[in-house]
Every structure is written in structure tokens, then in C-alpha cells.
């Protein structure tokens, strides 16, 4: 859960960034966002490399999944001469010199998420002399998923149930991801926000984006503080669900992410509330944008991808969650603005 950017070292004109390619797709972050250069074409076949950092939970593993999925369909595949993913845990200098790597084997185009994105200067420096494309760093073209709103809807959705039930205090559940990484300190900012002036108090526990960890530090906040008027979860909603069940806790508004089996939990067991995430399909879209622009086309310099949200009315059964496919299955299968869904088979084979 974080963004897909793609760098290089490009000069943002002074264009509007409505003017650029497939703009339904990719989207300008807002009205200021500039338009980039188009880069200077090259011939394809392209060699693309996917280097993750964390890779602890299942979106990371269907992020990688939706890469390697759309690399093989027929129409991409013609333009790919090698397409390789690697996983290196949630270590800085792992990551860079697996990027490095890549750059010093003439690699076109490097993605990936990066463990923190205030270390990258130097490899995107040297990328930019290879003529790599990178995937990192706000600085040049960006494909992303604005995680502070995520966060954001999910504590407005709760705190619009409360409003409605003439709830006027009580403490709120916030389950953080994993700490020092700069989404999770964005999620964690914007959901707090939310509540800043409320007469509501917001807990919180460290959940490190994992369903496990987040039923254990859910199980030990609600034994610590009793009951909560609301609870959200940055990722691993399965967890904090589970830990509210086993403790017989009220059906308390709740905002989840899209994970089938969080949704499945959540309708069947009366919560109201949000599902909202970042489709791990973003990959998908990267490697799109960066072929787009391997092919001369112009982009915003910073690209703002929707992310999917049911609110609980849509909790339904084909809707929102799918009772024969897995619960570790997430349901933001894609991005319909860029024609680009993914089957369940799609994203579950190996």
C-alpha cells in the first residue's frame, strides 16, 4: 500500500495537464498539477524490473501478481522483452542495490515502492544517466493513490454513523500499519485529522498492515479500554473483525479495507461503515504508464488513480465480496477508468 511512481529526470512544461494521454486514465493530481515533457521514444522490446520492498501481507503479493499477469496478456506482451519481480523486505539498502542492479544491467524501467522515499536521490541520480525509468520520487511523474484520503473517508464514515446515532463521545480504534514507513504516517495523519475538534478520543495500536498482528493488538485494546464507538484498520481489517467477534463486541461502524474476507465479516455480522483500499492493481498501471511514455506520449506530472469504496448499503454478496473466492482475495480488482480488471484467476494463480 503505497505509490507506484514512476522518475525521471523530466521538465515539467508549462501545459495543462488536461491535454495529456488517455486522461481518464491518467488523471493530474489537481488543478496545479504541470505537464511533463513527453520522453524522447525508444524502441521496444523493453526490459522491466519490479523491485518490492515489504512483502508481508496479500496485497503486496497481488500487487506483484497484477504485474506479472498484465505483462503476459497478449497485447503487452509484444512489448516486453523481459519482465522480473523481487521481494527484499522492508530494508533500505536491500532495495537499492536491487535497483542498481537492474539500472547497471540496461534495464528500460525499474518500479518500485520504495521502503523510504527520502533515500532514493543517488540511484535515481545514476538512473538518470543510464536512461532508466525509475518508479519512485515526487519530484517527476507520479502513479499514485492518494492513501491520506484513504484513511481519511474511512474516519469521516465513521464519524458521519456516530453523527446519525446521536453518539456524542466515546473512543475511536485506529489500527496503524507499518511504522517508518511515509504512507503509514500519512494514513495515520489524515485519519486523526478527522477527529481533531470531535469530542471523540482515537486510540491507537500498531497492526504493521497484517491481519495477524492486527487481532492481537486489537484483542489487547479492547481488554485495555473496553468498548469503542468505532474502529478502523489501515490493512488486515480481518484481524480487528476477528478480535471484535471473539470479544462479543457491538457491531460499531467500521472502516475497512477491501480485503473479501474483511467485507464477508463485516456484512454478515451488522457493521456499518466503509470498505475502501488501494487496488494492488496500481502496478499494472505503472508498467502502462510507463510504456506510454517509452512510446513519446505526454502525461500530468503527477497521476491520481480513484480508489475503490463501497459503503455498507453495497455490502452485498457479488457487490462487495465474493463468498467462493478467498478471503485473503482483494476485491479492488483494477481501475475501469484505464480498461484495465483483472479476474480472480487472474491474480490468485502463481
Given amino acids: 500500500m503505497a505509490a507506484m511512481i ?13 491535454e495529456s494521454y488517455f486522461p481518464e486514465c491518467f488523471a493530474a493530481w489537481d488543478a496545479d498539477t504541470k505537464q511533463l ?35 503476459k496478456r497478449p497485447e503487452i506482451a509484444a512489448k516486453i522483452k523481459e519482465f522480473t519481480a523481487v521481494s527484499v523486505g522492508n530494508d533500505v539498502a536491500a532495495q537499492i542495490a536491487a535497483i542498481e542492479n537492474y539500472v547497471a544491467a540496461g534495464y528500460d524501467a525499474v518500479l518500485f515502492i520504495a521502503v523510504n522515499p527520502e533515500a532514493f536521490d543517488a540511484v535515481i541520480g545514476r538512473a538518470n544517466q543510464a536512461g532508466t525509468l ?27 454513523d456516530l453523527k446519525a446515532k446521536n453518539v456524542t463521545e466515546g473512543k475511536v480504534l485506529w489500527v496503524r500499519g507499518l511504522q517508518g514507513n511515509a504512507t503509514e504516517k500519512q494514513q495515520t495523519e489524515s485519519f486523526t485529522k478527522v477527529f481533531e475538534g470531535t469530542p471523540f478520543e482515537v486510540v491507537e495500536v500498531v497492526g504493521n498492515w497484517d491481519v495477524g498482528t492486527s487481532q492481537r493488538v486489537t484483542a ?27 470479544a462479543k463486541h457491538p457491531a ?9 474476507g474483511a ?88
Fill in 252 to 260: 460499531v461502524p467500521f472502516g475497512s479495507d477491501t480485503m473479501n
Fill in 37 to 71: 515533457s513527453a520522453v524522447t521514444p525508444r524502441e521496444g522490446p523493453y526490459r522491466i524490473a519490479l523491485v518490492n520492498g515489504f512483502a508481508g501481507n496479500d496485497w503486496r503479493i497481488q500487487m506483484i501478481r497484477a504485474a506479472e499477469s498484465y505483462v
Fill in 134 to 160: 525509475l518508479v519512485f520520487n515526487d519530484n517527476h511523474l507520479i502513479v499514485d493513490i492518494d492513501h491520506g484520503d484513504i484513511a481519511a473517508k474511512k474516519a469521516q464514515a465513521i464519524l458521519d
Fill in 263 to 350: 467485507v464477508r465479516m463485516l456484512a454478515e455480522n451488522g457493521f456499518a461503515g466503509v470498505a475502501i483500499g488501494s487496488s494492488p492493481s496500481v502496478s499494472a498501471v505503472a508498467i502502462l504508464a510507463a510504456l506510454s511514455t517509452f512510446e513519446g506520449k505526454q502525461m500530468p506530472q503527477r497521476i491520481k488513480l480513484p480508489p475503490p469504496s463501497l459503503p455498507s448499503t453495497d455490502w452485498k454478496d457479488g457487490v462487495a465480496y465474493f463468498s467462493q473466492l478467498p478471503a485473503s482475495f482483494d476485491t479492488a480488482t483494477g481501475f475501469k477508468e484505464c480498461n484495465l480488471l483483472f479476474t480472480a484467476d487472474d491474480l490468485t494463480s502463481k
Fill in 6 to 18: 514512476l522518475a525521471i529526470s523530466l521538465g515539467a512544461s508549462g501545459a495543462k495537464a488536461a
Fill in 220 to 246: 489487547e485494546a479492547v481488554a485495555a479500554h473496553g468498548k469503542f464507538v468505532g474502529v478502523a484498520n489501515a490493512y488486515g481489517s480481518m484481524g480487528s473483525i476477528q478480535a471484535l467477534l471473539d
